[in-house]
């Protein structure tokens, strides 16, 4: 009944009454058909790119859970960041993809919920770790990401194998950087980025966490391996590459105007780069990252993306099929074939691996020495305390271990702050 059947007094009490017998009736028969919708409607939260991979696959979904999947277009960060909000408010989706570093915070803190692998023997154990926080599993694996080594294979004819090759690359005269005396650009990497540089690091034998990263106590970035690993980069930061290289904000820019304008041979960079390159129309080639100096392979972190559900979800039942389902080697593949990037699901893997796509089959290479990233929160205190761990010594500021050093005391003081109970 709303404020002008008020109004009208003429009506009497009676009418009124009516009235409001047949508003409250209405308003029950209205709620129940809201709830009987809800009952048989999935939510799917997915960023623009698969948007369209979800309306194609969803509709034997539908048919054989007897329910109809509402697809989300969400940048899938903003997703997770207004989950917890959300969640409880009742607005959040059923069902969404995270990142692999954010679904074991998500997981602690209890904003998405455990499931179980239902293609469990498709995975690896790198796979099974980007999902798994103590010992649980808060998310089915979709997408696999390593970085890799793009090259110009119109100034060179192969990628190098070694970084001994590299080197060599790098005294070669045509990539003489032209504001520097003496500077090279034939190799570039953005190794003041942690995540760049880690690759490196780790192949020294540095690492982040002990115990496969689940120990946040052991903290393993300035041990000798890793002083090692940002050894050997400072001698390229102060013998080769151009000063800008050392600024964090801008290394980013300046390697890729490089590279896009025949300036730089090779560079490290993630399989999200390759689309720039198209459109810049470099004839670009994609390997595995050399072998390191010490005869070690690079370890860059593995990366990529999962499904998961939301906590607060009231279809957890129906919204595991759907992860079993969007996760199986089929609708993986029609993933491959939609996007491109590389899945998780090692049946699809391999079909894809037979397409003999460069980029795919580095990633799958180069992801089998990659290290999964920890997912338990204190990860998020590296991000902040290695933001110099590079730069000082690249700069000549401090000694690599001198570097280290005070990068592990300003990570191992947040930790403390912040998660010591």
């Not at 290394?251 to 720039?276: V, Y």
Request: proline share 4%; net charge negative; with cysteine.
């Amino acid at each position: 009944m709303n404020k002008k059947s008020f109004k009208k007094m003429a009506l009497g009490l009676l009418s009124a009454s009516v009235i409001l017998t047949l508003a409250a009736c209405g308003n029950g028969s209205s709620s129940k058909k809201d709830a009987t919708a809800d009952d048989k409607t999935l939510t799917v939260s997915v960023a623009k790119g698969y948007v369209d991979y979800v309306k194609d696959i969803k509709g034997d979904f539908e048919k054989e859970n007897d329910i109809k999947i509402k697809v989300v277009e969400k940048d899938m960060f903003d997703q997770l960041e207004a989950l917890s909000l959300d969640g409880p408010a009742g607005k959040a989706p059923d069902v969404m993809m995270s990142a692999y570093d954010r679904i074991g915070p998500l997981g602690q803190q209890g904003h998405i919920a455990e499931v179980k692998l239902g293609n469990e023997e498709q995975y690896d154990k790198t796979d099974k770790a980007q999902v798994t926080v103590d010992g649980k599993i808060f998310g089915e694996p979709a997408v696999i990401e390593t970085l890799v080594f793009y090259y110009n294979k119109d100034l060179i004819t192969e990628a190098p194998k070694t970084f001994k090759d590299v080197e060599e690359l790098a005294k070669d005269p045509r990539f003489d950087f032209k504001g520097e005396a003496g500077k090279n650009t034939a190799f570039l990497a953005k190794w003041t980025d942690f995540y760049f540089s880690y690759g490196l690091l780790a192949g020294y034998g540095g690492y982040v966490f002990g115990d496969e990263g689940t120990n946040p106590k052991d903290i393993g970035l300035n041990n000798k391996g890793a002083v090692e690993g940002i050894t050997y980069a400072t001698k390229w930061f102060k013998d080769v590459w151009p000063k800008g290289m050392q600024d964090v904000k801008s290394a980013d820019n300046f390697i890729a105007e490089q590279f896009t304008t025949g300036k730089t041979a090779a560079i490290l960079g993630g399989p999200w780069a390759a689309q720039s390159y198209k459109e810049a129309k470099i004839n670009y080639g994609v390997a595995t990252i050399p072998t390191l100096d010490n005869g070690e392979n690079y370890k860059p972190f593995a990366g990529g993306k999962g499904w998961v559900i939301s906590n607060y979800s009231k279809h957890k039942e129906v919204s595991q099929k759907w992860l079993d389902y969007v996760t199986n080697k089929d609708n993986q593949t029609k993933f491959y074939e939609a996007t491109n990037e590389v899945p998780a699901n090692q049946a699809a893997r391999e079909i894809a691996k037979g397409k003999n796509d460069e980029l795919t089959n580095a990633v799958i290479a180069q992801y089998a020495n990659a290290e999964p990233m920890p997912n338990i929160p204190e990860m998020g205190e590296i991000w902040t305390g290695a933001e110099n761990l590079m730069f000082e010594a690249a700069a000549g500021n401090k000694t690599p271990q001198e570097s280290a050093d005070a990068s592990v005391k300003i990570i191992k003081e947040a930790i403390n702050q912040k998660y010591t109970k």
